[in-house]
């Protein structure tokens, strides 16, 4: 029998003319259809193994990172990744890093295929990305050597510098490249401040044990005060290097920052990272000695003053955490922000006194006639004009490779700052 005598016979059948053998076909293909549903869902939870990294999880950079250099490297869809970097010499450098775009990538680790899909979404204020790795097979230890090996080569290529983060949107992101770590000795402050400070940080780092036993919040706070170019910024920047830590830079200016977006930054920032709030003083003022000054301030950020002291030190902020604030005018600092418990340590980081001017002619001119270091300090000292670091090395810069002639225009030194 023909298929065309079956239409034929159906058609001619009272029953499935009445809409029983419509009913019975619709049956069926829903059946069907729901039958492959379930074995496509067997089969992936059996024979596939499938891992999403989303872009609120630690490896998401690092994966994204391998992927592009080592996994769908010969991949021709590409999205760009532009770092802008400007020195402070005023050198611009900006480099391209091309990344698989959003969509489906195939590629090969281990000898094994990988389907990767890399989707993204917009959510509230920042776009939500996620990548999503699917094999044929169990290989769970796989995607966890690739996983290792992405950490690995970030580390890699992080190791010896210092990585700056900033807040963008609802997360800490990289800043720029990451810069060569800045020796603690290239940074000259006066007698042993730089020691005792770096000392202090490493014995609260190696003290969390006898913090937990007594009950007291395991965080530190230091407070840099002092003259503009005096070397605050350079200490902490050397201090991250020391102790291979990352820098992570809070502003409270920033105008998509509010109370409980600060709670939640310094609650997930980056480990072994430094805490920086630079120039604390134009962000709150001084409520006692301004309070007109205070009613003008209000309104300009959505971070309140109550909001940024329980940030530091209420029931909800994290411990092991390291916080440094700047600032150039401590007297427009309210006493509230800087007491005990909020702040630890004051440390006034001033004008060069003659030592730091014979220790860094020293370090400029490391070839110079022994008793030049000496004579510069004295005749700059003796001249009872405030200088400061950057000013010093600014005036060392004309004179790059040329000791004597630092040593005979001193007096141009003294002069410029009067």
């Known amino acids: 029998m023909g298929l065309t005598e079956v239409v034929s016979g159906l058609s001619d059948n009272p029953y499935f003319g009445a809409g029983f053998g419509l009913f019975g076909l619709g049956a069926v293909t829903a059946m069907a ?42 991949t021709q869809h590409l999205s760009v990744d532009t770092s802008f970097v400007e020195s402070d010499s005023g050198k611009i450098t900006t480099k391209y890093d ?19 899909e890399r989707t993204r979404e917009q959510r509230m204020m920042d ?7 699917t094999t044929l097979g169990n290989h769970k230890a796989l995607f966890a050597s690739m996983l290792e090996e992405a950490r690995e080569m970030v580390m890699a290529e992080h ?31 006066d007698a042993n401040v730089s020691r005792d400070l770096v000392q202090d940080v490493r014995e609260f780092l190696d003290s ?54 600060l709670n939640y930054r310094l609650a ?31 309104g300009l950020n959505r971070v309140t003053f109550s909001g940024l002291l329980n940030a530091i030190d209420g029931v909800t902020s994290s411990e092991g955490r390291v916080i440094f604030m700047t600032t150039n005018y401590l007297d427009r600092l309210d006493p509230a922000l800087i007491r005990p418990g909020r702040v630890d340590l004051k440390q006034y980081i001033g004008h060069c006194s003659e030592s730091q001017l014979l220790e ?46 630092a040593l005979s225009n001193a007096w141009r030194l003294t002069r410029s700052t009067q």
């Open 33 to 74: 259809r729901k039958g492959s549903q379930v074995g496509m869902i067997m089969f992936r939870r059996h024979c596939m193994t499938t891992v999403e990294v989303t872009c609120k999880d630690k490896s998401y950079n690092w994966l994204l990172q391998w992927i592009t250099s080592r996994g769908a490297r010969r």
């Open 98 to 116: 091309f990344q698989p775009s959003v969509g489906i990538h195939l590629m090969n680790y281990q000898n094994v295929w990988i389907r990767v």
């Open 127 to 133: 776009p939500w990305e996620t990548i999503q790795l």
């Open 159 to 189: 190791r010896g510098k210092t990585v700056m983060y900033t807040v963008l949107g609802t997360e800490w992101r990289q800043f720029g490249l990451p810069r060569q770590r800045r020796p603690i000795e290239s940074v000259v402050l």
């Open 208 to 261: 969390s044990d006898w913090y937990r036993q007594r009950g007291i919040p395991y965080r530190r706070g230091y407070l840099l005060h002092g003259p503009p170019g005096c070397g605050k910024s350079s200490f902490i920047s050397a201090l991250a290097g020391e102790l291979e830590f990352s820098i992570a830079v809070l502003n409270l200016s920033d105008r998509s920052m509010s109370d409980d977006r």
């Open 268 to 298: 997930d920032a980056p480990t072994n990272s430094i805490i920086l709030l630079e120039d604390i003083d134009a962000a709150f003022v001084n409520r006692e000695t301004n309070p007109q000054l205070e009613a003008a301030y209000q």
């Open 360 to 405: 860094m002619f020293d370090r400029f001119y490391p070839d110079a006639k022994a008793g030049q270091a000496a004579e510069f300090a004295h005749s700059v000292a003796s001249e009872n004009v405030d200088v400061s670091a950057a000013q010093v090395q600014g005036y060392f810069m004309f004179f790059k490779n040329d000791p004597n002639l």
